[in-house]
C-alpha cells in the first residue's frame, strides 16, 4: 500500500507531538495477560495502550490540541466550536480553556450525562440537539455563519489526524517490535492517525480497525472501497456511544485505505465481557467504545493477522458508575 502525497507525513506527526506534549499525555502501555488469549503463558502478548489515563479521560485531547494549539489570536478571540457526543467535546473544551477561547459544543440529546457534565465543567457551552450526525454538522454551521465560531472537526480534518496519531508515535517508540495495533474506528480520526504513524514507523506492523457490529459503517466503507453512511437509528444501537458516527471521514477514509489491514466487528455482548476483562486484568476503566478492541483480541483471533506483541488502544474510559456496575456484575 503506497499513501499519496496528500496524506499525513512522519514529520507533521512528530511536529504535532512536541505541540502537544504540554496538554495531552504521553500514555502507557499496560501489560494484559488476558487468560482466553495464552492461557499457559504462550508466546502472544498484549498490551493496552491506556488513552483512559488522560486528562479527559480519553484521546480526543490530542487532535483537539493539535488543532487548537495552531489557531491564531484573532481566531482565539472569535471562539470555537465543535460538535460531538461526549470525549471530543472534553477534548475541545479543555483546549480551548488552555488558550483562553471560548468553547461551544453542539451535542446529541442522547450523549451521556457524564460526559454532558465533564464538558460543562470544562467551561464549554452546549447547544443540544437530536441524536444524528447531520444535525450535529448543520447546527454547528449555522452557529459558525451567525458567530463566526471557528469549527473543530471531531476527525475529518489533518491537524486532528496528526494529533490522534500521536498515539501511534508513542506505542512504536515504547515498543518497536510491535507486530499488531487495534484502533476503534468510528469518524475515522483515531484509527486513520494510529495507522499512518505505526506503519510508517514499522511497515511490517498491521493495523486492524474495530468497530461494534450494530454501528459498521466503516466496516462496509472499507470492504467496498467508497464512503457508506449508516442512518442514526442504526448507528445509536450500539452501547460504544463513541463509535456512533454515520459515516467516516473523507480524510480519515482515504488514510484507512493506504495503512489499515481490515477492520473487524464486535458485539454487544462481547464489548460488555471485554470491559470486564480490562478491569479484571489490567485495573484500567474502560468505556464502550475503549473495549471493542480488546473484544476483538478475545473473541475474533481467528480473523486477526498472527502476532507476538499486539496492542490494543482503551481510548477512552468515560463510563457512568451505573453502568460500569451493571457490566461488572454480569456473568460472562
Not at 106 to 126: D, F, H, Q, W, Y
Request: glycine share 8%; aromatic share 4%.
Amino acid at each position: 500500500m503506497q499513501a499519496s502525497e496528500s496524506l499525513i507525513s512522519l514529520d507533521t506527526i512528530r511536529a504535532a507531538a512536541a505541540r502537544i506534549s504540554g496538554v495531552a499525555l504521553r500514555t502507557p502501555l499496560v501489560r494484559a495477560p488476558f487468560p482466553r488469549v495464552a492461557p499457559h503463558g504462550g508466546e502472544k502478548h498484549i498490551w493496552l495502550k491506556a488513552e483512559s489515563l488522560q486528562p479527559i479521560g480519553s484521546f480526543k485531547l490530542r487532535g483537539a490540541a493539535n488543532k487548537i494549539l495552531q489557531l491564531t489570536p484573532e481566531e482565539i478571540s472569535r471562539g470555537v466550536i465543535t460538535y460531538s457526543s461526549g470525549n471530543h467535546a472534553q477534548g475541545v473544551a479543555y483546549a480551548a480553556r488552555e488558550v483562553g477561547a471560548k468553547a461551544v459544543i453542539v451535542m446529541p440529546s442522547n450523549a451521556p450525562a457524564i460526559k454532558r457534565a465533564a464538558t460543562l465543567a470544562l467551561g464549554a457551552e452546549i447547544v443540544e440537539v437530536g441524536v444524528a450526525s447531520s444535525e450535529r454538522l448543520a447546527k454547528s454551521d449555522e452557529l459558525v455563519s451567525r458567530y463566526g465560531y471557528v469549527t473543530i472537526p471531531p476527525y475529518d480534518d489533518e491537524a486532528i489526524i496528526a494529533g490522534q496519531a500521536t498515539c501511534g508515535l508513542e506505542i512504536v517508540e515504547e515498543l518497536p517490535e510491535v507486530d499488531l495495533v487495534l484502533s476503534p474506528v468510528s469518524g475515522g480520526g483515531l484509527l486513520s492517525g494510529v495507522a499512518t504513524a505505526v506503519r510508517q514507523l514499522s511497515p511490517k506492523a498491521l493495523v486492524v480497525g474495530v468497530e461494534p457490529e450494530l454501528a459498521a459503517d466503516a466496516t462496509e466503507s472499507f470492504r467496498s472501497g467508497k464512503i457508506v453512511t449508516w442512518p442514526a437509528e442504526l448507528t445509536s444501537r450500539t452501547i460504544a456511544d463513541g463509535l456512533r458516527t454515520q459515516s467516516v471521514g473523507v480524510r480519515n477514509f482515504a488514510h484507512i485505505q493506504a495503512y489499515v489491514d481490515r477492520i473487524v466487528n464486535v458485539t454487544e455482548a462481547e464489548i460488555r465481557a471485554a470491559m470486564r476483562a480490562i478491569v479484571a486484568v489490567a485495573r484500567l476503566v474502560p468505556e464502550p467504545s475503549g473495549a471493542v478492541t480488546t473484544a476483538a483480541l478475545l473473541f475474533h483471533a481467528h480473523e486477526l493477522p498472527e502476532y507476538r506483541q499486539a496492542v490494543a488502544i482503551v481510548s477512552g474510559g468515560n463510563v457512568a458508575p451505573e453502568m460500569l456496575a451493571e457490566i461488572l456484575l454480569e456473568r460472562d
